[in-house]
């Protein structure tokens, strides 16, 4: 395993594809904070969550983040390179496993950093405007980590239906129908029951551990291991059918 995932990260480091989607969720995630906090403090700010609008950058980052998740797999299969990864390591499931290891660890590591950017730029902003927030505002740290937590998960999941998929555009649009459109549909379930269901959804569940504007969500930390929950079940598959197909 130490091999496989000194192996993995050569990997990861060495495609163009990890700086420019790691960088775009970085900009997004400072970018977008900056701008919905000079808006809002351009306003009279009533009913503004400082706290969640600090991570509103994450929405549009755990989409190029997904973007590599995927790739870093579906990349080997298009090229078949794959072939000769499994030629070297005929230990399949660890070869997956060391993969999606290194994914999640440098994605929840980048996404720490650049949502502890995102939050003091966005506070510094506000404190302009007699805003104040800092780290000691309740729930303020357990959001910066939890936002490098939620995208780190989400690169594991990413890795997971690349590999189940093996496909670039297939395994992109599972990830962006997971996100985005099952929430849009949850709207067509009828009211007595949508919000215990909408809940559970992936995005919502794992979101709740930095957004709080909405009050019937779930916990944080069980929002958090709800998603975790998702990409734990993803790897599982993606293990089983990697060791059952041909590469």
Known sequence: ????????????????????????????????????AAVHTGTSGRGFDALSGAFTGVLLAQLAIGVLGVLTITSEYSTGMIRSTFIAAPQRRAVIAAKAGVV??????????????????????LSSHGIHLSLGSPGALRSVIGVGLFLGILAVLAVALGTIIRSS????????????????????????IRGSVEKFLPANAGQAVFLHTDTGSLSPWIGLLVFAGYAVAGLALALVLVRRRDA
Not at 107 to 125: E, K, N, W
Not at 169 to 192: D, E, H, M, N, R
């Open 1 to 36: 395993m130490p091999d496989l995932l000194r192996s993995e990260w050569e990997k990861l480091r060495s495609i163009r594809t990890t700086f420019w989607s790691l960088a775009i969720a970085v900009v997004a995630m400072v970018g977008i904070s900056a701008i919905v």
């Open 104 to 125: 999640g660890l440098v994605t929840f590591v980048v996404g720490t950093i650049a949502s502890l950017a995102s939050f003091f730029v966005s506070a510094a902003i």
């Open 169 to 192: 555009a297939g395994g992109i649009a599972a990830l962006v129908g997971l996100l985005l459109v099952l929430p849009t549909l949850s709207q067509a379930i009828p009211a007595s």
